[in-house]
């Protein structure tokens, strides 16, 4: 890995909502190097979507910003990738030719139709599904089907792969292999990814970085969690790994305690809100009285 070439600049993002405005992210800072594994995790509605989706330009924060290789994203590109969990293929068209749609939009112009038809059949090479690349969506299983989206935002060429909980729809069989197939992509092709997961094991597994969210609203960063485990890595030895367990270990600390100051929070919250009643309830006796 080289010099950082993606900053998520102190961005926040506010939405309007029936009560006013919603501080959904609040001063979310991180430098990340090129051909980085980076994975953010935290509870629901922490925010990891929304950050995404800012770096991949479907959203624009209220402050702040994102910067890529020295230049502010503003709108969505080639060069960020998105894999969301919904595998997004168009029903009525083959494997190859949803990769296909991809592969004309970004080189167009760039390629002669014989290397776009090396280009595609490559890239589905590369996910181990060149044998079933003229089957459509639905002749394939989902994991094929993951395979095929992954394949689709590869062949766009990214300096950046984002991924929104890619595996999270998988059995754990499938998911596995899809994981070992992510490491050896990224080893090869040496894309910097950012990958949203619930998964502590994956986190572990893949990240060479595992960002903690803190709970929302006005979500930011808890704590980052270097995962200095050499590479590559094989799940079954690192099942008895101290290392490994003690960095996955650190991850469910951090999602326990925030767990529980939420618990905490709400709990106190609700407290309150009763001796207020209650208060309010003994006014009106005695105005009664």
Not at 95 to 101: I, K
Not at 129 to 153: D, F, L, N, T, W
């Given at each position: 890995m080289s010099a950082e070439h993606l900053i998520i600049d102190h961005i926040s993002i506010e939405f309007d909502s029936p009560k006013g405005k919603f501080?959904?992210?609040d001063n979310v800072n991180l430098k990340i190097r090129r051909g980085e594994f980076v994975s953010l995790i935290g509870h629901s509605g922490c925010g990891k979507s929304t950050v995404l989706n800012i770096v991949?330009?479907?959203?624009?924060?209220?402050?702040?910003?994102?910067?890529?290789?020295?230049?502010?994203?503003?709108?969505?590109g080639p060069e960020r990738a998105v894999v969301f969990q919904n595998h997004s293929l168009l029903p009525w068209l083959t494997?190859?030719?949803?990769?296909?749609?991809a592969v004309k939009q970004v080189f167009k112009g760039r390629k002669s139709r014989k290397e776009m038809r090396e280009w595609i059949e490559h890239n589905l090479r590369?996910?181990?599904?060149?044998?079933?690349?003229?089957?459509?969506?639905?002749?394939?299983?989902?994991?094929?089907?993951?395979?095929?989206?992954?394949?689709?935002?590869?062949?766009?060429?990214?300096?950046v792969l984002l991924m929104d909980e890619p595996f999270g729809a998988l059995d754990a069989l499938t998911r596995s292999h899809l994981q070992d197939s992510l490491m050896e992509i990224q080893r090869d092709l040496k894309n910097t990814v950012i990958?949203?997961?619930?998964?502590?094991?994956?986190?572990?597994?893949?990240?060479?970085?595992?960002?903690m969210m803190t709970n929302g609203p006005a979500a930011t960063i808890g704590e980052v969690l270097d995962v200095d485990l050499p590479r590559p890595r094989y799940r079954l030895e690192l099942a008895d790994?101290?290392?490994?367990?003690?960095?996955?270990?650190?991850?469910?600390?951090?999602?326990?305690e925030r767990?529980?100051?939420?618990?905490?929070?709400?709990?106190?919250?609700?407290?309150?809100?009763?001796?207020?009643?209650?208060?309010?309830?003994?006014?009106?006796?005695?105005?009664?009285?």
């Open positions: 501080k959904a992210l991949a330009g479907l959203l624009q924060s209220t402050e702040g910003g994102v910067v890529l290789e020295g230049k502010e994203v503003n709108e969505p494997a190859y030719e949803n990769v296909e749609l590369l996910v181990h599904m060149e044998h079933a690349m003229y089957k459509k969506p639905s002749e394939i299983s989902g994991g094929m089907k993951q395979r095929v989206g992954i394949a689709r935002a590869l062949a766009m060429e990214p300096t990958m949203i997961t619930h998964d502590v094991d994956e986190a572990v597994l893949l990240s060479d970085r595992i960002v790994d101290v290392h490994y367990n003690h960095l996955r270990a650190e991850v469910l600390r951090f999602l326990h767990h529980s100051k939420t618990d905490v929070q709400s709990n106190s919250e609700v407290k309150q809100a009763a001796k207020t009643e209650e208060k309010k309830g003994a006014g009106a006796d005695r105005k009664a009285a």
